[in-house]
């Protein structure tokens, strides 16, 4: 079955500077890539979500980019703000038999220091 | 416009107790999913439904019962509840079947198993 890796676990950075978070996933037939935000206690919230036919999609700050080659996506965080710190995760999902398999990652935990 | 809506927000049983997760979305949603989420581990699918009547197994399913009478509710019950089901549930719903589409999360239920 799939398998989706993320990295970093943690994640430190300075407010205005940018965040990276990398994913890759192991089956080829995924071809549905959100991100989800999590603030503490709360529900994940989707952020942004790139299909494998498209490279790169942006909103904002926000930036998702996609290789399917490598099997790896990125999320991208420009100018980033303390309202940015949450757990981020990933996900991977393959359309199979008329269900959606989501897989996730196991999360990055974004601290933005003032 | 509720959402998806999770019932209760925390619960404390005994090992061996059974129970039943709520679980009801507003906005005709075909999809219904339930995960799990434990610390450093994501979010992991436990069962899911397409539609009234069918139901799924996801990636850790063992120890819990789904059923899906209506579109709108999709209860999850441990039957007989063990210490390793401690843990964070998120109910999801997405609009339709027919491709990957963006998946609504409720509020979660936190669920301590003594």
């Known amino acids: 079955g799939e398998n989706v890796e993320q990295h970093p676990s943690t994640l430190s950075v300075q407010e205005g500077d940018s965040a990276v978070i990398k994913c890759t996933y192991s089956d080829s037939a995924s071809n549905y890539f959100p991100w989800y935000k999590q603030e503490l206690g709360k529900r994940p919230q989707l952020i942004i979500d790139i299909r494998s036919n498209v490279g790169e999609k942006k909103d904002q700050r926000i930036a998702v980019t996609l290789n399917k080659t490598a099997k790896h996506f990125s999320l991208h965080i420009t100018e980033t703000q303390p309202e940015d710190s949450a757990v981020y995760f990933c996900?991977?999902?393959?359309?199979?038999?008329?269900?959606?398999?989501?897989?996730f990652g196991q999360g990055t935990r974004l601290t933005i220091n003032p | 416009n509720a959402g998806v809506t999770q019932t209760p927000k925390f619960q404390v049983l005994k090992t061996g107790q059974s129970m039943t997760l709520q679980c009801a979305q507003d906005m005709n949603h075909e999809y219904m999913s339930w995960y799990r989420q434990d610390p450093g581990m994501g979010l992991r699918l436990i069962h899911y439904s397409v539609g009234a009547g069918i139901t799924d197994q996801g990636e850790v399913p063992n120890g819990y019962n789904v059923s899906r009478s209506t579109t709108e509710d999709f209860p999850l019950r441990l039957l007989s509840a063990a210490p390793s089901q401690t843990s964070v549930y998120f109910c999801?719903?997405?609009?339709?079947?027919?491709?990957?589409?963006?998946?609504?999360f409720g509020d979660g239920t936190r669920l301590s198993i003594l």
């Open positions: 999801a719903s997405s609009r339709t079947r027919q491709d990957n589409q963006p998946q609504h």
């Open positions: 996900a991977a999902s393959i359309w199979i038999q008329g269900a959606q398999k989501l897989v």
